[in-house]
Nanobody, 112 residues
Framework: QVHVVESGGGWVQPGGSLRLSCVVS????????MGWYRQAPGKVREFVAT???????MYHSSVEGRFTISRDNERNTAYLQRNSLKPEDTDNYYC??????WGQGSQVTVAS
């Protein structure tokens, strides 16, 4: 059974930084594309960033230059470093290795 657990969310002031972590068990992430997505209440879940197993990385245009996705296959963990946070970055952030298994999300609130 696959488990995905995100952590590292919280409240931060505009311009601040937070790093999210995503620990996966029951699956070897080295064979998968790790992805981060976000979702606001009542809205569709949207793509933030992906890190393919070959090292290719993609970002949504709204976060490029501010967010950095990384992965540690030895620890079966993915990360999302988020800098220069804006109020519109407030969302629940989700991680997935395969678009099938998802964590419970990590809430991020950016406000003064």
């Amino acid at each position: 059974q696959v488990h995905v657990v995100e952590s590292g969310g919280g409240w931060v002031q505009p311009g601040g930084s937070l790093r999210l972590s995503c620990v996966v068990s029951g699956l070897d992430i080295s064979a998968y594309t790790m992805g981060w997505y976000r979702q606001a209440p009542g809205k569709v879940r949207e793509f933030v960033a992906t890190a393919r197993r070959n090292g290719d990385i993609m970002y949504h245009s709204s976060v490029e230059g501010r967010f950095t996705i990384s992965r540690d296959n030895e620890r079966n963990t993915a990360y999302l470093q988020r800098n220069s946070l804006k109020p519109e970055d407030t969302d629940n952030y989700y991680c997935t290795p395969d678009m099938v298994n998802w964590g419970q999300g990590s809430q991020v609130t950016v406000a003064s």
